[in-house]
Structure formats: C-alpha cells, structure tokens
C-alpha cells in the first residue's frame, strides 16, 4: 500500500532561514517615518524591538543561521509532516496530485511558534522580560505565549474582541501556559480608549490590537513587541515551513506546480512558498505560488499598492504596501487570522511584480472546502486554512475539466479544533457571506492621506 | 543537539494486533447470561456486534491481522511519535529518564481511532448501515464519528450530559463528521425514559449512555453497536500503541521500568501496556505497568471483583471485573473519559493476579500535573492524561528521593484541546476534589445482586 505520509527525520530541520529579499529582481522599497514621511532605518526601530530582529528585518544575506536553541524547541513538532491527499484526491474525482504540509502539530496548533520562539529567543538573549503582541484569532497569541514560557518571559497579549468572545479558549490556552490576555480595544492604552470613544462597540481588528501592544511596548525599556507576521524577519523565520517541504516533494519524487496557503499578513504564503519562488528566480521554473486571502477583506485582489501604517491609529512606520487603507473594519469573519488591512512589503512587491498570485474566496466557500476536507482526510482545518483548500478545489477541478494532472501543495497550517463555533454555524446554515463593494473599498482607501507610489 | 523524538515509518505500523489473552495465566471467567446467570457464548453478542469482533473478542490467538484498509486510514497519523520528555525531567529536576507516547496526533486528538476504525472497516464488511455508541468526554464519539464518515456508515452517539452541556465542541466535531449526537439520558430510549422519571437533572453516566446505544442497535437488524473500551476485541485493538512504543523503546536503546496509562474502562492502559507485559510474561521482565485512576472512581483501587454488568440499567451479559456498581453514577469531575464504574474483564484478571498495579489521583493533584507538563514540553493534555502525568510524577520524585534513575514511560493519550473550560476552572482556583467515602462505596456496592466470585 502507498505512503501517505512523507516524513523527515529532526536531523532534517533546516539549519538556515532563506531570505527572500536577497533573490528579488527588485528590492521593497524603504519603509517611511509617520510623521516626516522620510526614508527611515533599522534604528527607528529599536524600542520596540530587540536588535537581532532588527538586524534580520534589513539584512540582504540570502541565508541566516537558526540558533540551536530555536532549532531544539522547533523539535517538539518539527519536522511536521506533509501528506498526500487521496482522500481528496478520491472526493474530487480529479487527475490532479494534491499534497498538504502540515503546521497544525504544533502546541499551538499553527505555524505561528516557528517564529514565536526564535522571537523570543532573541529576546531572552539580549535581556528583555516582557513581550507584548496582538492576536486575531489567537494563533499568534497562543504561540507567543508557548514561546515565551519556554524562554522564562513575560507575555501580554492583546486579543480582538470579537475572537476574545467567539473564541474564550484560545485565552484559557494562553494563560495555560502563563501569559496574560486582554480584550482589544481596551481602556489599558491610549489607543484603546481612543477607538472606545469613537465606537464603545467596536469589535476590534488586528490594526487596533497592534496599536495597543506597540504603545505598552513604547512605554518601557525592558518590554518589547512582537509582530506574528507582515515584518521581514516574521516571514523569513517562517520559510522553515518550505524549506521542508521543498525536501519532502523531493522525497516524494514529485514537484508542485501550484502552491496555496491563506493570507493575512504574509508570513504564511511566505513560509511555504518563499523557498518554491526560490527555485523560480534561481532555475526559471514556473511553480505558481496563489496567496488565498478572504473576500471580505480583499487587499490583494482588490487592494491599492501605496504607503500605510501596519496599525489602525497611525503609530508604526508607513509600509509599501497592498492595502485597504489602515482604518479599514474587516467584517467579523471566522477566519480572525486573515482580519488584517494591509499586506507584508515584501509579499506586495512580489505581487506588484508579478511573481505571486492571488485569489479571494468568501467564507461559506471556504467552509464548504473545510468540511469536504474533514470528511475526506480526517483534519478538521482552521477557517483561514480554508481558504487556500478553496483555491486547492478550484484548481483540482480545472484539472477535472481539461483532462489534466497538475500537482497542487496546500499549506494546511493549522487545525480548527478552537474553531467549531464557526462550523457549527456554518453546518446549521447560520453562516453568512460578506461581500464587501467597491464604493466601501474606495470610502476605506480615501481616508488615508499616505504617500502614493507610482 | 540530542533528539526528543522516536520516530517509525509508515511500514512500521504493526500488522498484527496482539492478544495477551493467550499469554495469561488465568484466562478470564466467562460472561453470564444477565437473566439466567449462566455462562453465555459468543452467540449472545450476535445482535450487537458483527461476527468478526466476535471471534476477536474469543479468541485466543495470540496475533490477529489488521486488515490492509484499516493499516491504510491509520496511515493518516500513525505511527504515533514517542518523546524524550527533557523539559518534564528539568522541570522536576530528578534522575528519572521520561519519554511519552502521544496519540494525540490523531485526527479526533486521542488514540480511541485505533479502534474505531477496525469496528467500522468490519460493519462496513458485513454490511451495518448504522452504528450506535455511547461517549463520555466525547473522545471515543469523535473517534468513531470519524471513523464511520470514512467508510460510508451512520453514526449515532448518546453523549454524557454533563460533558454533552461541558463540551458543546465535541458534538460540533462529530456532526463535521457527519455524525448524529443527542443527551444522555435521552427520551428516546426506555433506558434513557427510565433514568429520567428517577431523576429528572441526571448528568449522566456512561453506564446510562451504553444502555441507550445498546438499546437502539438491539432493535434494528442494521443498526449495530460500538464500544470504545472495556471490551476485549477493543483493548486488542489499542495494542496497536504498544507494540509501536516497545520498537521505539528499542530504537532509543531504553526500555522502561515503568509504563503509566490513565483508566477508564481499560483500552488505554492496555493500548500501551498490554505489548510490555509480553515482555515480562514471555522473558520475565519486570516492567511495572500502572493504571491510573480517579480518586472519585477508584474501582481498581477499592472496588470488588466480581460479576456486574457493562451498562447502568442491566442490559448487557455480566461480566467478571473490578466494579463500584452499576449504578454508580461518577462525581462530575472534568475527566469524563474516566467516569465508568468498572473494568475491563482482561485488565481486571491481570490485576487480580498481580500482574498490574493501580494508583487513585484526585483531579485537583491531576490540573497540577496537566499545568506543569503544558509548560515544561508545550502540549496542553487532556484531563483524562493528566492521571497519568500525576503518576509519572510521583514515580519520578521517588527517583529523586532514592537517588536512582529509572525510566518512566508515560501514555500521552490525547491532548487537552477540547478542555480548556476545565483548565480555566484550574486555574481560576475554582477546582474542586470529589473524594468519596468508604460508605459510599459501601452503598453503591449493597445496590447490586449479582454473582460474587471467591
């Protein structure tokens, strides 16, 4: 009988990051001061983070190194398996191969610890005591919180209201391992009680959150912040994932001809499919690498390219970015972890340039996708991670249509075992689409004042 | 870096389940005809179970072939890793050597599809179009909801109440799976009818609940019934976890002095230690293999071997076990997997005949272990495991005690996704210990009448 799995031993953790930046036909363009509107450097951004990160966040080297320390908590569930789908294959009745890399091994249940703990490594090495960071729908917080009990930190984390309510045990997990959780907005911060006055009800977004942790973090010199992904570093620490997966194809003796993974801030399309472009730029293959972003919150398909803030209030450097304007208020879909207005630099000019793909998918698609996918392969996935299932679907039923096999990769980055509220109400007919129009994309994007990139 | 993980391929999944019944010294009494009180055959089970688990559950061969399709779904996460517990052993700072077999890497997070997908894969064989079953936690319903989704068969569970209202999630997870769940007791059984006009606020127990499932199969030719343990054709099944941990034992050039497994109706404990027995009974080994139990259903530690039946209301053949009663209904302790009055005929001879041991944790001692072992290696487990970790713990403080090291190898059951309303309740200092009282058991065991064994 055939394998299913293809596995690697942990001697086959990469023991190098790839850093895209250094392949990439044309650099991201420099991130701006808010006020000034200047090019800014690495310097700008010392009080919020430690300076290995910072180093990494600017570095042009191709490769950088993985601490031991990082890569011996990485064996705790890395290497993570990747699978072949033929329980999907069979319920799809297509030609096509379809494979998954499989994140949701993790404490956690997500990729988020693969930069989680080299996050807080780095920091624990030069003397911090106490990360803040924003969560959506607790990936990242859960994942900051497993890292920094591991390395002895403190860690406060400012989670989305709405998720804080759809989702009370992504906190209970948090504090399992020690960290402390607060409903974002929160009167604890000045940003917080900004947005409560404007919106005493607001449900909170990944930019409010960021706004809140990056204030506490401002405020004391032993405290720093920790971002779960848009940054360089968070994307680079993520390319594990591909790095992997690039040596399981291999193994398997097989090589994707499309890769798919959910998008939110970038780090995990990154994470996957950074080290496939890789063999793009260096050996002119043609892998296509599709970012999976929800329809409800569309700055990739429907996004403008021009200069913004990372958060809601205007507090962080202005970024290169696609975007939906930094106030934008995503609809409160279930996948929280794709609720973010903006897109990672270095994933913007990839797609500017045409190297990425990307497609939008709205949330009662991407439920149906996951419940096929339960019933067919057992995992119940994550909202986000359902969104690239879609993709994965689209394309395996074209295969159907044109009589042809293509091998497809879908990152399957995490579990949905905190997210059956969502199924349930998506299974009982409850869920609803969000569409969003173009008047509300064009009311978003003119209430930014950021510089416009040509 | 050492490694942490014991790792098999796929062709190493064992191709034949093993039967310590034929090893046993003194095989196990007979069941009885729950009217006439004599012995019964294998006959009597017809109308429950199909034929094929009934020979399995007779026989005395001491190997038993899993069929290639069950080898093939169990490819979907097994072989199980084993773990070098390094952050458990620093934590407790003691010379004992800790590894945990973890089969929470399952798609429903427990090692219960080990035998959920052989009783589906042979109903499906002898065309059952529905199977009915009872769960507590909801691991055993997950299990098996999951596994009938794969081969096509309805699945009908009758859910604890008290976990049912616990854990809403688990009843999301198994209708993904396509599954039908309803409360137990339930109005739509005259076992379910009865316990109710008794009392009307029952939690339920799974004694009630297998009333119920056992009720609905028996009434329709098509419709058979799944146990998740006790049995012996189940235990055989989760030796599958066994005979997986002795080649990894092998591989990491140990093998332990000590083998701990929670106990609820036994599948568990002899999932993992039923291979190691072996070991003792065939080379004379002194492996010490231990079950570990709740303080609130302490039927290893201070109930009676005798005959009782499986179910709460009398329906089932009598079985010979270590029992508290039938009617013992199990404080509402958040370990709902371990909530059964009795055990399973096999494990009850073994530890009748000294050939086990037995240790009580109450669930307050157990959270602590939960808590400690979240921090020290990342996984959170669920309730049930934490019995297991509290034993580890005490065998590895003794080491530190006596100044010797021994190896302790620890059955990481499942993982706590599902449980964290009850770590909330842990760490909020709202726990509660439910001791009980020789009286109690007193009372609960002057309730039955059935055949006493000298």
Redesign the interface.
């Known amino acids: 009988?055939k394998?299913?799995?293809i596995?690697l031993?942990?001697q086959e953790i990469p023991e190098k990051w790839y850093n895209i930046v250094h392949d990439m036909p044309n650099k991201p363009l420099p991130p701006l001061h808010p006020g000034t509107k200047e090019p800014i450097g690495p310097e700008a951004l010392a009080p919020l983070f430690p300076m290995e990160l910072i180093k990494q966040e600017v570095t042009t080297e191709k490769w950088v190194d993985i601490p031991?320390e990082v890569?011996?908590v990485y064996?705790?569930?890395r290497p993570t398996p990747m699978?072949r789908a033929y329980g999907l294959e069979a319920a799809l009745d297509t030609p096509a191969k379809i494979y998954y890399k499989y994140e949701g091994?993790?404490?956690s249940?997500s990729h988020k610890p693969n930069t989680a703990v080299a996050q807080a490594y780095y920091s624990k090495q030069e003397g911090v005591r106490r990360i803040t960071t924003e969560t959506g729908a607790g990936q990242w917080g859960s994942a900051l919180s497993?890292a920094c009990?591991?390395f002895g930190i403190e860690c406060e984390v400012y989670m989305v209201k709405i998720s804080y309510e759809q989702k009370?045990?992504r906190k209970?997990?948090m504090?399992?391992?020690?960290a402390t959780v607060h409903a974002s907005p929160s009167n604890l911060t000045e940003a917080g009680r900004k947005i409560l006055a404007e919106d005493p009800d607001s449900p909170g977004s990944l930019g409010i959150a960021i706004s809140e942790a990056v204030e506490r973090a401002a405020s004391d010199e032993k405290t720093k912040y920790a971002l779960g992904s848009v940054l360089n570093h968070v994307l680079m620490h993520q390319t594990v994932i591909g790095l992997e997966a690039v040596k399981q194809m291999e193994k398997a003796g097989d090589m994707p001809d499309i890769v798919v993974a959910p998008f939110g801030g970038g780090s995990n399309f990154a994470g996957i499919s950074f080290p496939f472009l890789r063999l793009n730029l260096e050996e002119g293959r043609n892998i296509r690498c599709i970012a999976a972003e929800p329809s409800s919150c569309p700055k990739l398909t429907r996004g403008v390219f021009r200069y913004d803030f990372g958060d809601a209030v205007g507090m962080t450097p202005l970024l290169p970015m696609y975007t939906l304007g930094h106030t934008f208020v995503p609809a409160p879909i279930h996948a929280g972890g794709l609720r973010y207005h903006g897109a990672g630099v270095v994933v913007s000019q990839l797609l500017r340039d045409k190297l990425i793909e990307a497609r939008a998918h709205d949330q009662v698609e991407c439920f149906e996708a996951g419940?096929l996918f339960?019933?067919a392969?057992?995992?119940?996935p994550a909202p986000e991670t359902n969104h690239a299932i879609a993709t994965a679907i689209q394309e395996a039923n074209k295969c159907k249509e044109e009589g042809v096999s293509r091998t497809i990769l879908i990152h399957l980055c995490g579990h949905g075992?905190?997210d059956?509220?969502a199924?349930?109400n998506y299974?009982s007919g409850k869920l609803v689409k969000h569409e969003i129009t173009s008047e509300q994309i064009a009311a978003a994007l003119a209430k930014i004042d950021t510089p416009v990139i040509d």
């Open positions: 009988m394998n299913r799995k596995l031993s942990e031991e890569r011996d064996k705790l569930w699978f091994v993790s404490p249940g497993f009990q591991h009370p045990y209970v997990m504090n399992t391992w020690g419940v339960a019933r392969e057992g995992i119940i075992n905190f059956l509220a199924y349930e299974l």
